[in-house]
T-cell receptor
């Protein structure tokens, strides 16, 4: 079966750095997405990785290792507004998006 | 980035009635749109893939006669929840895939519709 694993919940301090991991087992791989979802709102696109390595976009970076079936989202200089759920999604061989359950990130002052 | 709108943003209806939710891509043409449902504190669940000009593809366990999907144009898809019941109360979110030259297609989400069935 296809599976995306993420921690259910993480807590971090304002101004700090946090890394949210995602491991996947899918039938084929055609890219990995990270989305941010605030409570009661729809997800918003953060990043896309299809090749191994690190993609940096401002305070957010996303890393991919296809051989390990592993990705992480790195958030720097955390702000209170970063409190949200972070969803990892993988596009499989049929170009279907397989969604993780999301990681709820709690930022404390 | 691409903008997707959804209407209404929330709706309360009586059990047994039907509710229509619209999803529009505002600044691009979307040949494919997706409908998701999300229950509180749970992840997105794909209900169906809507292709312009053809029948929608439903995920396993989703009743196509209950959740009617129409994708009549490149910018509009509608989801009609027929004979709604309290267990259909959920957050319904649509997304549209924007195929871009040189990039893979990313899904952009509408703001969601919160349906409450009394």
């Amino acid at each position: 079966g296809q599976n995306i694993d993420q921690p259910t919940e993480m807590t971090a301090t304002e101004g700090a750095i946090v890394q949210i991991n995602c491991t996947y087992q899918t039938s084929g791989f055609n890219g990995l997405f990270w989305y941010q979802q605030h409570a009661g709102e729809a997800p918003t696109f953060l990043s896309y990785n299809v090749l191994d390595g690190l993609e940096e976009k401002g305070r957010f970076s996303s890393f991919l290792s296809r051989s390990k079936g592993y990705s992480y989202l790195l958030l720097k200089e955390l702000q209170m507004k970063d409190s949200a759920s972070y969803l990892c999604a993988v596009k499989d061989s049929n170009y279907q998006l397989i969604w993780g359950a999301g990681t709820k990130l709690i930022i404390k002052p | 980035g691409a903008v997707v709108s959804q209407h209404p943003s929330w709706v309360i209806c009586k059990s047994g009635t039907s509710v229509k939710i619209e999803c529009r891509s505002l600044d691009f043409q979307a040949t494919t749109m997706f409908w998701y449902r999300q229950f509180p504190k749970q992840s997105l669940m794909l209900m169906a893939t809507s292709n312009e000009g053809s029948k929608a593809t439903y995920e396993q366990g989703v009743e196509k006669d209950k959740f009617l999907i129409n994708h009549a144009s490149l910018t509009l898809s509608t989801l009609t929840v027929t004979s709604a019941h309290p267990e259909d109360s959920s957050f319904y979110i649509c997304s549209a895939r924007e195929p871009l030259a040189g990039e893979t297609d990313t899904q952009y989400f509408g703001p969601g519709t919160r349906l409450t069935v009394l």
